[in-house]
């Protein structure tokens, strides 16, 4: 099956075909999401929190995500490999994205970049696309804009959003994600716009859906918000082995004969 490229999406928008997007930030889970076919791999700066640890994208640095996103690309064999662009890479000018972006392009397979904004983003977007880089956009809850609007909260303001849709897709993005709005707005927007919307917290009315993929798996356990489905408990089955593993080497049940060299 040839690699998934952003034609793809807007074929499948207009086929009606759901896109799956998952969150990836190492070799060894990449290989098997590529393998489950997840249409794209996003190494998202959610990174920051699910593999460093702080409670907000904001720290994550340009280089860190080269880092992981040259290792989900060399495992991904067919979905498309989506890098964000993190907190004051790209927000400074066009010229600072078109660099930030660029190093994602030459120094890693991915093959598109993702990044944060509505409007305010909509001048850089058109650059980035006129440099041919191919952009995601993100509207609604926008992580990095955490200081400003004081939490993690659902965005309502149906007017906002909606402006901030359409100038994400006039610029010349190839895709939407769409996080923490409420289903009806996220309808309209997908029913308006001509690029596909990939929904977190947006209903089922996108023209696709993307997780974290830690919380999908029951790995991350600091919060749960209420979008998430746990496909398994992966958490639970880690402590289990490790408990487990612990004990045998306390008592000397492990290793036994078969697992050592005569
Ligand atoms: O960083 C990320 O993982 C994201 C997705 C949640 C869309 O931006
Ligand atoms: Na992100």
């Given at each position: ?155 309502r303001?149906a007017?906002?959003i909606l ?18 709005i409420p289903s009806d707005v996220a309808a309209r927007v997908t029913a ?10 947006a209903g089922a009315g ?57």
């Open positions: 099956e040839p690699p998934v490229t952003p034609p793809d999406f807007a074929r499948w928008k207009q086929q009606g075909r759901k896109i799956s997007v998952l969150t990836a930030y190492d070799y060894t889970t990449a290989l098997l999401l590529d393998q489950a076919e997840v249409d794209c791999l996003l190494v998202g700066d959610t990174l920051g929190m699910v593999v460093q640890g702080h409670s907000t994208t904001l720290r994550v640095t340009l280089d860190q995500m080269i880092y992981h996103v040259e290792m989900v690309a060399r495992a991904a064999k067919r979905a498309l490999v989506v890098a964000d662009m993190p907190f004051l890479s790209y927000q400074a000018s066009p010229e600072q994205a078109i660099l930030s972006a660029g190093r994602f392009l030459k120094e890693t397979e991915c093959r598109a970049v993702k990044l944060e904004g509505g409007r305010r983003s909509a001048a850089t977007i058109r650059a980035l696309v006129e440099a041919d880089i191919p952009i995601m956009g993100h509207v609604g809850l926008t992580p990095q804009s955490i200081r400003r609007l004081g939490g993690f909260k659902v965005q303001n007017d906002e402006a901030d849709a359409h100038a994400v897709a006039e610029a010349g993005a190839f895709a939407l994600v769409l996080e923490c308006e716009i001509s690029i596909p919307t990939i929904g977190i917290g996108c023209d696709g859906q993307v997780l974290v993929t830690p919380d999908l798996l029951g790995l991350f356990e600091g919060f749960r918000p209420r979008f998430v489905r746990r496909y398994a408990e992966l958490g639970d089955e880690i402590r289990k082995a490790a408990t487990q593993y612990v004990a045998d080497v306390g008592s000397g049940a492990f290793p036994n004969a078969q697992e050592s060299f005569q």
